[in-house]
């Protein structure tokens, strides 16, 4: 499998401090990496840092590499080009990225003709097929639509279509179906699995929810204070969790405790990246700490990925 993405070293900072912290990744074409985590611990961040769109306060370090080019050294130009063709993105209720002043039909012609030479009519009936592959029903009918005339289900699928519809070689999905009831969170996800492998060469699927991490990817990456702590295939991260914060996500998850037990809760909160803790940053909310955590850990290579913990080090 050829290589879509590497990034080595990636640091973000913000003004009290670094919100991603000395991160490794690669992505190799047919990856669907889920990266979950809790709140504030730079799972967004390092998906805006990857499309070039932090805030303009942010510093940061390091490199990025898609399909081989650095993207920190593209222009705005440049990067446009890559933007919404090779390098997709669903934001987080990502029915919000439609523009409400502008029909459906429009919008999605308007993504495939600001990267593809084709006629107006071409374009159309390319967004025509992608709407009918989402399972829009009516889909003549939808082009002419605004987004507030659809239910929300269908403007997430709409997001998808419009993501998908040139088949871009990464595809970034920022919990793509967090604002949805769950029934059709079931419908969406189901989509979405299929059409993420038919057309994305990659994807990073960025939740807090594991369960949907366990339905559409393949591996994991454990986010925990701007840190990966873990990195496992899925099946195997599920099954086997090495690193403490990993057990603590699984064992706070509704869905993956045992009935009638008392839901597992993580006591305290992520640190504040202006005063990490030392050493380990999960230290001071590890059930398992011990006298070694005070120092940094390394990052332990093990069988399909690895865990940043001493207790593998050690091992």
Known sequence: MSEVLDIEALTVTYGRGP?????????????VLGLVGE??????TL?????????????????????GADLRSLDGRDRRRLLGDRLAMIPQGGSGALDPLYRIGDQIVETILAH?????????AMALRQLRAVGIPDPEARLASYPHELSGGMRQRVSIATALVLNPSLLIAD?????????IQAQVLALFRDLIHEHAGAAIVISHDLGVVAQLCNRV????????????????????????????LLAAHPALGRRGDRLATIPGTVPDPASPPAGCLFRPRCPVAMAACCREPPWVEQPGGGVRCVRHAAG
Do not use: N
Request: proline share 6%; with cysteine.
């Open 19 to 31: 919100v991603v912290r000395a991160l490794w990744l690669r992505l190799a074409r047919g990856d």
């Open 39 to 44: 709140s504030g611990c730079g799972k967004t």
């Open 47 to 67: 998906g805006w840092s990857i499309l070039g769109l932090l805030p303009s306060g942010a510093r940061m370090d390091g490199t990025i590499r898609f399909e």
């Open 116 to 124: 593809r030479h084709v006629s107006r009519s071409e374009a159309r």
């Open 175 to 183: 919990e793509p179906t967090s604002a949805l009831d769950v029934t």
């Open 221 to 248: 990456a454990v986010m925990y204070a701007g840190q990966i702590v873990e990195e496992a295939p899925v099946d195997q991260l599920f099954a086997e969790p090495r690193h403490p914060y990993t057990r603590s």
